[in-house]
């Protein structure tokens, strides 16, 4: 049976009209919000609310058909990152990649994964926790690609053997693929990895003795660089977050 929950009166700015709280999550519109409304569909606080501009707080408990809802607005956020900033999201490590998008969006987003200070390339920021699931599943994430230039060339035995897979104390590494970079020197290799983590690539190469003189990232799935200069942002257009979400 539905309450129909009248709304003490209350100045409080912060309250918000349960359809906005709704739609702002990107779960549905507006309208089709008032639609969910009225037939039931949704809780606040564990009560059926069928009221038509119903308000809520911010740190209510509002269920859409018994799935938590995020009253935060989705966002997806492109940075093309420079050397010498920290990916994390802890205040008191220096310069941080938070501080080069701190203008990009007023919801929580996040990196997905990390990027060591002095790498370089692309890390995608959201609060959508399906997107962040989607990336750090190794088996079945989202491949990226890197840039990688080592201070020395690197022989087509050891490219095979990367290739192939190897074990790294009693652990499976494995890669999507690596090839030499085409038209550059045997020091520069494309490697092509579904792992988040930055240390991944560093033990891959430091198992064959190779140093990093560079890490770039120039593609996640289907995101690349284009258009995008070292050091700025942009939020992903709606064709590009489609894209990965059917990854």
């Known amino acids: 049976m539905s309450i129909k929950h009248k709304n003490p009166k209350n100045t409080n700015s912060s309250l918000i009209r349960l359809n906005k709280f709704i739609s702002n ?4 519109s507006r309208r089709e919000a008032d639609m969910y409304i009225s037939i039931g569909n949704v809780t606040v606080n564990g009560k059926v609310i069928t009221q038509m501009g119903y308000k809520v707080k911010p740190n209510d408990d509002v269920r859409f058909d018994g799935a938590r809802v995020n009253p935060e607005k989705k966002a997806y956020v492109l940075l ?3 050397k010498g900033f920290a990916t994390t999201t802890s205040e008191g490590k220096g310069r941080t990649v938070m ?3 701190s203008k990009a969006s007023s919801s929580k987003i996040r990196p997905i994964g990390r990027l060591g200070r002095n790498s370089l390339g692309l890390l995608l920021f959201t609060n959508d926790e399906k997107i962040h699931s989607k990336f750090t599943n190794s088996k079945n994430g989202v491949t990226r690609l890197f840039h990688i230039k080592l201070f020395s060339t690197m022989s087509l035995e050891h490219l095979k053997a990367i290739k192939k897979g190897f074990k790294h104390q009693g652990k499976l590494i494995s890669v ?3 090839s030499y970079v085409e038209g550059a020197k045997k020091n520069e290799i494309g490697l092509q990895i579904k792992n988040t983590g930055n240390n991944i690539i ?3 190469f430091s198992e064959f003795k190779y140093e990093i003189e560079t890490i770039d990232c120039v593609g996640i799935g289907p995101l690349t660089k284009k258009d995008l200069p070292r050091g700025n942002w942009k939020h992903l257009s709606e ?3 489609s894209q990965l979400m059917m990854i």
């Open 99 to 101: 501080d080069l998008i």
């Open 80 to 82: 093309n990152k420079p």
């Open 202 to 204: 560093r033990t891959i």
């Open 176 to 178: 999507e693929d690596i």
């Open 239 to 241: 064709i590009e977050v």
């Open 25 to 28: 999550s990107g779960i549905c």
